[in-house]
């Protein structure tokens, strides 16, 4: 596996009460075959390259949610720029074996991410192609915190979208407030963006916290709504095209939310 750059989402994993009935849908879904992780764990491979990783959840109380981890060859400096820049630490950074090192955190609006400084595993074997991550942007309501702190802890440079004269995944005809990503030394643009950032409008309810969208890239979107529905989840946003291609908001069968992009015809 090759290095991930600095501060590129780098891995995924989801939080489930039943791991057995996770392994169902996804291995449904996705086509993802399980091997065992160390203790209640799960690895998800697509035709034999790692993807994710599916997790039982310890704690009742802990959210039923895909999470996000953002590479970095320095947690300790990159935990100290998160409390900097107004953060909040969840987990201090801790060794998993001889993988790589660990942390939680939750920007100023709330939305929780993770950290992983790479051992001998680096993160995805495979992304960008069917049943494999893609894109993945945090929902928030107060981005004049949020967007200066991503830049701030991880070099993010932005772009929003008129500045591209292009969309990105998460953008629709209705204009909805939205900036990329790009890594630090990049020329920020969507041909370079890891990820964005998306603003929480009054049309949800209230009480929905920041969190992280993480997006799987798939053959057909429209096959996945159906089968997801088959399988026992819901359809949150039903598919929809964008300039990036076809998309839809998914849940599986235990709540936890996802999106699916399948990319536009070349």
């Known amino acids: 596996m090759a290095a991930f750059a600095q501060s590129a989402p780098c891995w995924v994993d989801v939080q489930l009460p039943d791991l057995e009935a996770g392994k169902r849908f996804y291995g449904e879904l996705f086509g993802w075959t399980f091997r065992a992780g160390d203790?209640?764990?799960?690895?998800?491979?697509?035709?034999?390259?790692?993807?994710?990783?599916?997790?039982?959840?310890?704690?009742?109380?802990?959210?039923?949610?895909?999470?996000?981890?953002?590479?970095?060859?320095?947690i300790s400096a990159s935990v100290a720029r998160i409390r900097e820049a107004g953060g909040q630490v969840i987990t201090e950074p801790v060794r998993s074996g001889r993988s790589g090192v660990l942390a939680q955190a939750a920007d100023p609006g709330g939305a929780v991410f993770g950290l992983w400084q790479a051992g001998e595993r680096k993160g995805f074997q495979k992304q960008n192609e069917p049943g494999s991550f893609c894109w993945t942007e945090v929902y928030t309501r107060q981005k004049e915190r949020v967007d200066p702190f991503y830049e701030q802890v991880f070099g993010f440079r932005s772009t929003d979208p008129d500045e591209a004269g292009a969309g990105a995944p998460g953008?629709?005809?209705?204009?909805?407030?939205?900036?990329?990503?790009?890594?630090?030394?990049?020329?920020?643009?969507?041909?370079?963006?890891?990820?964005?950032?998306?603003?929480?409008?009054?049309?949800?309810?209230?009480?929905?916290?920041?969190?992280?969208?993480?997006?799987?890239?798939?053959?057909?979107?429209d096959a996945s709504a159906d089968a997801t529905v088959r399988l026992g989840g819901r359809v949150s946003a039903p598919p929809f095209d964008i300039p990036y291609g076809r998309m839809a908001v998914l849940q599986d069968d235990q709540g936890a939310v996802f999106a699916v992009l399948q990319p536009p015809v070349s």
């Open 39 to 74: 203790g209640p764990y799960a690895d998800a491979l697509s035709k034999g390259a790692l993807v994710a990783a599916l997790a039982a959840k310890q704690d009742g109380r802990m959210p039923t949610a895909w999470g996000v981890y953002f590479a970095t060859d320095d």
């Open 171 to 221: 953008t629709d005809e209705a204009g909805v407030d939205f900036r990329m990503w790009s890594p630090a030394g990049t020329e920020p643009g969507p041909d370079t963006a890891v990820g964005g950032r998306s603003v929480i409008t009054d049309a949800f309810p209230a009480v929905m916290p920041s969190y992280f969208l993480n997006y799987f890239a798939v053959a057909d979107c």
